[in-house]
């Protein structure tokens, strides 16, 4: 079964803003619970690869208490995230 791929856009408590496909998954309390998957700093309406100068990984873990809130991406925004991910 494929599942629908869930994408938003994240206010991180770094006052960063990532928009990533993301899933909960079950963690130890404390533990990251959130896989990010292809996901991308917005700045100035440019999307960056995040954490792009420390790896080259395209799936990272992060505790959900570090996100402010999600909201869906832009149309625009989202268009601009396709490109850079196909």
Do not use: F
Request: net charge negative; with cysteine; hydrophobic share 40%.
């Amino acid at each position: 079964m494929d599942e629908k791929k869930v994408i938003k856009v994240l206010l991180l408590s770094t006052d960063e803003i990532v928009i990533s496909e993301i899933v909960e998954v079950d963690a130890l309390v404390g533990d990251p619970n959130c896989k990010l998957t292809k996901p991308y700093k917005i700045v100035g309406g440019d999307l960056h690869r995040w954490m792009q100068d420390y790896t080259d990984q395209s799936d990272m873990m992060i505790s959900s208490e570090k996100i402010i809130t999600l909201v869906d991406p832009s149309p625009l925004i989202m268009e601009k995230y396709s490109k850079v991910t196909s």
